[in-house]
């Protein structure tokens, strides 16, 4: 059967020797190198449960009553789309289950790609000739960011309208054209015309899919093309040889393996543990808004800028130079992101290295990298905290204002602080290293062995 | 019951059986190195298929009823354990089952160097018969320039980018009656003090930024309103945009104080990003990120009824700020 298969496929496509190479395509194996295949799995299911989810939702803004079986709801004035997403939690079989592991696998989706990011930056694996790969997936981050504040937005229950009037108020607050983007994009005034919804959802369900997809087949073709990098873990693996497990037979139960687990954590997720019950925020409406509103996570960073800038708009006479929601809602992420967009160019100036790179970096190899790396992420995530701030409230009673003025000071002290010990941690770390061997040493020529003179 | 016995053996045959191969490419060197069965992970790996055929034949149990309650609870467990039970047996596999090879391959060619100058010619020559090159760039970036503006401007039928004047538009003027969301009329006397109240304009779209209200009645000697002001808030009542000038969110909460000597005064809060401002000073911003205050609709009250009109348009324009929110005043739709 198997002498068939080949042999049909053989003479139609021509491709038995790239099969073959494909299958014996060397994987090196760490931990670590599973953080974008967990983000690849999640994007597939991500496409499975979305797709399924389009067959019962209505893109519509049109006003409508509720009449269904949730008491609390009945006989509210809400939008088609919204009354669909309940019907298609309450009334569909199976309908709350895929749109609950749907949410979940877009909050696990982004989580995996920002910790592959880590991973990527950390090992500075973003180095020639893979610093097209790393554009890419940092592209794809953007893009997963839209995508997923597009997919909560869609549902137009309370939380959405609020994280849409949020979104246009930062587009409107962008200078000298921020009000005309945002007519542009809304098509009116906010809330929008009623092309805005269709605007966002073939935005959501294809657009951007078909964009991320596209990178996505962009980059893994790339990480082929130049291979994977690897640590220097034993005399084998070194700049010029891979060294690791191939597809077939080693690799492709374990990746298998690791996308079933993948697709059972989130089917689990998805059935056992609750994310946004939208039933319970109501729907949206221009005049409505609550208190402890909190985005997906991966928003919490956007949020806590924003109330972290103190209350001023800049102006010049008449004219409003920069509204105040710029600063936290677009200067912030932009400047973050141009950054990491910056880091392969940034990393080649400061350390004035334009070779290969296939072999990666510990982190304390490179200890400026890593500390700056550190700083960057401690700014953002202290950021990040700050926009949990009122939950803080809610839970340990800690005044809002006296934690607002309490991030306002870590926002400059943390980064420096995680700058400073980072680097000097990494530096211990080679140092003790160091000393391991030497001591090492001094014992063997003690116990009369050779003298080792190869390092690894 | 014959035929029963030698159907039983021949399954049991069938399952337990194991098959001697004939070695096919025994004459060839082997591509994967060879490794010593391992019976019992069969066995798991056997035990873990059949579970996760078990919970998937569940999944399809449970869907099939009807409104079973806790359906998406049992779903959810079915599904997600017949994927671990088989990601479980592919983890067997790939530990025990497969020979766990480390091999060793060269990495690719940092370059084509060859290839790479071959391209280059390549394009030179097939350029070769133009003699005027850089003119002819000069027109070719004229048509792409010109023809890429072409492409995108019909993205600009999206919305109005240079018409910005909607954005001043308020459905408030002079004379038109303050409502509930129900259409009530809102009557002064059945205004309590320090409550907070949401009012739209009658017969307008509630739905508009430029609708809502927050109304909140003081005792007049406690206002503090901006010079200017003084006949805007009869009976002691003020009302201002409910949109936030910060982010566009609904300024929702109200901080009524309970006992005035220690605790801080009356204001408005948009849930968002925490703006505070003061009611009873022209809705100054006193914390948070707002950039100015709530915009304040000057009121009226009819003699006659005792019902709140609104006595013209906001002190400014509604909304999110923007490069012109401060440059003109708002307006009624034409």
Redesign the interface.
């Known amino acids: 059967m198997i002498r068939g298969l080949v042999r049909f496929l053989d003479e139609r496509s021509g491709t038995a020797p790239f099969v073959k190479k494909a299958l014996?395509?060397?994987f090196p194996d760490h931990w670590s190198f599973l953080l974008g295949e967990v983000a690849l799995y999640t994007f597939v299911i991500l496409v499975g449960t979305g797709i399924y989810l389009t067959f019962f939702f209505e893109p519509s803004t049109a006003s409508t009553y509720y009449a269904g079986h949730y008491a609390p709801l009945r006989g509210h004035e809400m939008s088609v789309a919204y009354r669909s997403a309940v019907d298609l939690s309450f009334k569909v079989?199976?309908g709350?289950?895929m749109r609950?592991?749907h949410h979940w696998a877009a909050d696990v989706f982004v989580a995996s790609i920002v910790l592959h990011m880590l991973r990527v930056f950390f090992t500075g694996a973003f180095r020639k000739?893979r610093d097209l790969t790393y554009y890419l997936g940092l592209t794809m981050l953007v893009f997963a960011l839209l995508e997923g504040y597009l997919g909560y937005s869609l549902v137009d229950d309370l939380l959405s309208g609020?994280g849409l009037?949020?979104g246009?108020?930062?587009l409107?607050?962008v200078?000298?054209v921020?009000?005309?983007l945002?007519?542009?994009?809304?098509?009116?005034?906010?809330?929008g015309?009623a092309e805005f919804w269709s605007?966002m959802y073939v935005a959501h369900v294809f657009l951007l899919p078909i964009l991320i997809a596209t990178l996505l087949a962009l980059h893994l073709f790339l990480v082929a093309?130049?291979?994977h990098t690897q640590f220097r873990e034993s005399r084998?693996t070194t700049?010029?040889?891979?060294?690791?497990?191939?597809t077939f037979?080693?690799y492709a139960?374990?990746s298998?393996?690791?996308?079933?687990?993948v697709?059972?954590?989130?089917?689990?997720?998805?059935?056992?543990v609750q994310i946004n019950p939208i039933w319970l925020w109501g729907p949206y409406?221009?005049?409505?808004?609550?208190?402890?509103?909190q985005p997906d996570w991966y928003l919490g960073w956007l949020?806590g800028a924003?109330?972290?800038?103190?209350?001023?708009?800049v102006?010049i006479g008449?004219?409003?130079?920069v509204?105040?929601?710029f600063w936290?809602?677009a200067l912030f992420p932009l400047l973050v992101f141009m950054l990491l967009y910056l880091v392969p160019w940034l990393d080649r100036r400061a350390t004035g290295e334009y070779g290969?790179r296939?072999l990666l970096d510990r982190p304390r190899d490179a200890p400026w990298r890593t500390a700056l790396g550190a700083a960057l992420f401690a700014w953002v995530f202290v950021i990040f905290l700050a926009g949990a701030s009122?939950r803080v409230f809610v839970s340990f009673g800690i005044s809002?204002?006296a934690q607002l003025w309490i991030y306002r000071v870590l926002v400059f002290v943390l980064p420096l602080a995680a700058l400073i010990v980072t680097r000097r941690f990494c530096l211990a770390l080679q140092e003790s290293e160091r000393l391991g061997q030497i001591r090492k040493q001094a014992e063997a020529e003690a116990r009369g062995e050779l003298p080792q003179t190869e390092q690894l | 019951m014959n035929a029963l016995r030698r159907w039983a053996i021949a399954l049991g045959v069938l399952a337990l059986g194991r098959k001697q191969r004939r070695p096919r490419f025994a004459d060839r060197p082997r591509i994967?190195p060879p490794g010593a069965p391992d019976p019992r992970a069969e066995w798991l790996v056997l035990g873990l298929l059949l579970g996760a055929a078990a919970a998937a034949a569940g999944f399809v149990v449970v869907?099939s009823f009807?409104h079973l309650s806790h359906?998406?609870?049992?779903?959810?467990?079915s599904?997600?354990?017949a994927?671990?039970f088989?990601?479980?047996a592919?983890?067997v596999?790939?530990k025990r089952l497969?020979?766990?090879?480390?091999?060793?391959?060269?990495?690719?060619v940092?370059g084509h160097p060859t290839t790479q100058e071959e391209l280059e010619q390549l394009v030179a020559e097939g350029g070769d018969r133009f003699t005027r090159k850089r003119l002819l760039l000069t027109g070719a970036g004229a048509a792409a320039g010109a023809l890429g503006a072409a492409l995108v401007v019909p993205?600009?039928s999206?919305?109005?980018?240079?018409?910005?004047d909607?954005?001043y538009?308020t459905p408030w003027r002079r004379g038109r009656r303050l409502v509930d969301?129900h259409g009530k009329p809102f009557l002064l006397d059945e205004l309590e003090r320090e409550t907070f109240y949401?009012a739209?304009p009658e017969g307008a779209d509630?739905?508009?930024?430029?609708?809502?209200l927050v109304v909140v009645r003081f005792e007049p000697s406690e206002l503090h309103l901006p010079a200017g002001r003084r006949d805007w808030a009869p009976g002691g009542v003020v009302a201002y945009s409910?949109?936030c000038t910060?982010?566009?969110?609904?300024?929702?909460?109200f901080r009524k104080p309970t006992f005035r000597p220690v605790e801080p005064g009356p204001a408005l809060i948009?849930?968002?990003?925490?703006?505070t401002f003061d009611p009873t000073r022209g809705a100054k911003?006193i914390?948070?990120?707002?950039?100015?205050p709530l915009p304040q609709l000057p009121l009226l009250l009819d003699r006659e009824n005792g019902e709140l009109l609104a006595a013209g348009n906001f002190s400014g324009p509604v909304?999110?700020?923007?490069?012109?929110?401060?440059?003109k005043a708002p307006r009624n739709p034409s």
Not at chain 1, 263 to 272: I, N, Q, T, Y
Not at chain 1, 285 to 293: F, I, M, R, Y
Not at chain 2, 98 to 106: A, H
Request: net charge neutral; aromatic share 12%; proline share 9%.
């Open positions: 014996r395509y060397v079989r199976a709350l289950l609950q592991t000739p609020m009037a949020i246009y108020s930062v409107m607050s200078p000298f921020g009000a005309n945002a007519l542009l994009v809304w098509g009116a005034p906010f809330p015309k605007r093309a130049r291979h084998r700049e010029k040889k891979v060294v690791g497990v191939p037979p080693g139960p374990r298998l393996g690791l996308f079933f687990s697709a059972a954590v989130l089917f689990l997720l998805g059935g056992l409406h221009v005049a409505q808004g609550t208190n402890g509103a949020i924003l109330r972290l800038v103190p209350n001023f708009d102006t008449d004219y409003t130079l509204p105040n929601a936290g809602g290969f296939n009122d809002y204002v | 994967v869907y009807n359906q998406t609870q049992y779903l959810g467990l599904l997600g354990l994927f671990a088989t990601a479980a592919l983890v596999v790939a497969v020979v766990t090879e480390e091999l060793e391959e060269d990495y690719p940092p993205a600009l999206l919305g109005p980018f240079f018409d910005t909607a954005l538009e969301e949401t739209y509630k739905e508009e930024v430029g609708s809502p409910k949109i910060h982010a566009g969110c609904a300024v929702a909460l948009c849930p968002c990003h925490y703006s911003v914390f948070g990120p707002a950039g100015r909304g999110p700020s923007w490069w012109g929110v401060r440059s």
